[in-house]
């Protein structure tokens, strides 16, 4: 940048934007008047370099007036900025990924200024979203001053809330997973076992050697979710839904009077 400002014959803490551009042009033509009688190819050497920084320091002067415009106020002195809002989205999780822990990645699209001459340019930019194994629904993750660009202002924080999609087996409840068994009459009443397919994906065959009623209750420990703080599983909850058959036929139904007798006696 010296050379620059030698070749044009001013000095670098006293010459503005003015200055270099005035002397470029009457720098270059008396700058070839005296080398067209030495060395043509000295000349075009000292002619490239120049252009090349005067570009450079053109760019610079750019870029500091688009930082100036960005960080300062209209007096070009210091002042806080406001920052805008944070702008929130939904992360969409299964189940099973919060249960093993994932790595999502998220695509926003954000204005920025580039400082290039451009005002403001639309760009995508990919976020990556560690989710830790047990976090839990509503768990926030923020990308800080990610938000679009404005003269004057701070860029809003990007936050991510993670949200669980519907499964089709359980339903979350902190650590513990419910879910609703189906079973027939004779099930519920004679006894049988369920087959369940747990959240690690595992085959958990569970017997059933109680009368079920509508309203029971069984409880597998250590087959729910993992807890985000000390790694331990809760438990599985079984719930269960008793399907009364549409019709019984007479034989049957006298079968049914004379057992429910004989225990109702005893």
Do not use: W
């Not at 067209?36 to 007036?65: G, N, P, Q, V, W």
């Not at 009623?213 to 809760?234: H, L, Y």
């Amino acid at each position: 940048m010296d050379d620059l400002y030698k070749f044009l014959q001013l000095q670098p803490n006293d010459s503005s934007f003015k200055d270099v551009t005035e002397n470029h042009n009457s720098g270059i033509i008396s700058r070839k008047e005296d080398l067209l009688k030495e060395d043509i190819a000295t000349f075009y050497d000292e002619l490239l370099d120049a252009l090349k920084a005067s570009h450079e320091f053109e760019k610079s002067l750019r870029c500091k007036r688009k930082y100036m415009d960005y960080f300062l106020d209209n007096t070009g002195s210091n002042f806080c900025p406001g920052k805008d809002d944070p702008i929130f989205y939904d992360m969409l999780v299964t189940l099973e990924e919060v249960y093993s822990g994932c790595l999502k990645v998220a695509k926003i699209k954000r204005n920025i200024f580039d400082f290039t001459g451009c005002k403001q340019c639309t760009t995508d930019k990919k976020l990556e979203i560690t989710v830790k194994s047990g976090a839990p629904p509503g768990t926030q993750f923020r990308f800080v001053n990610l938000g679009d660009q404005h003269h004057n202002r701070i860029p809003a924080d990007i936050v991510f809330t993670l949200k669980e999609k519907p499964h089709d087996r359980f339903v979350r409840v902190n650590s513990d997973l419910h879910y609703v068994a189906s079973i027939d009459l004779k099930t519920a009443v004679t006894g049988g076992s369920i087959a369940i397919k747990s959240i690690d994906g595992k085959d958990l065959q569970i017997k059933l050697t109680n009368i079920i009623e509508p309203k029971s209750v069984i409880v597998v420990p250590n087959q729910g979710m993992i807890r985000c703080d000390d790694k331990k599983r809760g438990d599985l909850v079984i719930r269960f839904d008793v399907t009364f058959p549409l019709m019984v036929d007479p034989i049957s139904r006298m079968i049914i009077n004379e057992a429910l007798d004989d225990d109702n006696k005893s």
